[in-house]
């Protein structure tokens, strides 16, 4: 069984596939609480998920929690008559659910494409022979309250160790700080140098403010200074008017 807030066929908006198309299940709950999320309802596990009916028609199914894996595995590839690039594990914080997805994933008839917080390290160990594309986010002290160095340089360790693609997403907030912004730079050079790195301006939401061009400029330039591979990329499906 899995617990789940939405499935859905849409236009990734973020990272280094953007653009493409995807089939986005979305888990219910996170371990996570960060200033800019734009998801809260899918932090906390709820009675009913929102299922589309036809891929990308917007029409959607209300279902009960928690879904059979055999019914959520039958309705993700029913969405395949339309081609996707891949199915976009997302959340909440999707490896919350490691287990079901490790039971989910065999079932699937597309590569599979990760979007975590890049936090628990135990259960991508579990998932990883099933996923084929990782988008890590690094979450920074000023975004959680927390610290979460030593679990993200683990993940991305045992990420890059298999032969998986795996690119990391860092968003920029008015509230970055420099020191933590280079520590996140010192961390994924630390692993491998040739990751590529992408710089999210945030869309401002809740306590998280904006920041300008100027200062994107001036952290792209920070970070090549390490790492090959820098993109500033925004949040495209927001403007798009995309799920
Ligand atoms: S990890 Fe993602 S889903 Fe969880 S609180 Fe942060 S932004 Fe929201």
Redesign the pocket.
Known sequence: MANIIELFSSIQGEGLYVGTRQIFVRFAG?????D?????A??TLCGHALVETVPGQRIFEKITNPVPIADLARRINSFLTVRHHSISLT???PLGQAESIIRLAPQLNSPIYLE??G?LVEKLALVLPYIHIISM?L?LPS??GNSYWQQHYEFLRLATAKDKEVFVKL?ITGQTGEHEFKQAIDLVAAVRTSIPFILQPVTPCNASTAVTPDIMLAYQAEALKQLENVRVIPQTHKFMGQL
């Not at 996170?30 to 960060?34: E, G, I, K, P, T």
């Not at 800019?36 to 809260?40: K, L, V």
């Open positions: 996170c371990n996570l609480a960060c800019y999320c734009d998801t809260p899918s932090r959340g909440g914080e975590t917080n936090t986010d979450k975004v959680t968003v």
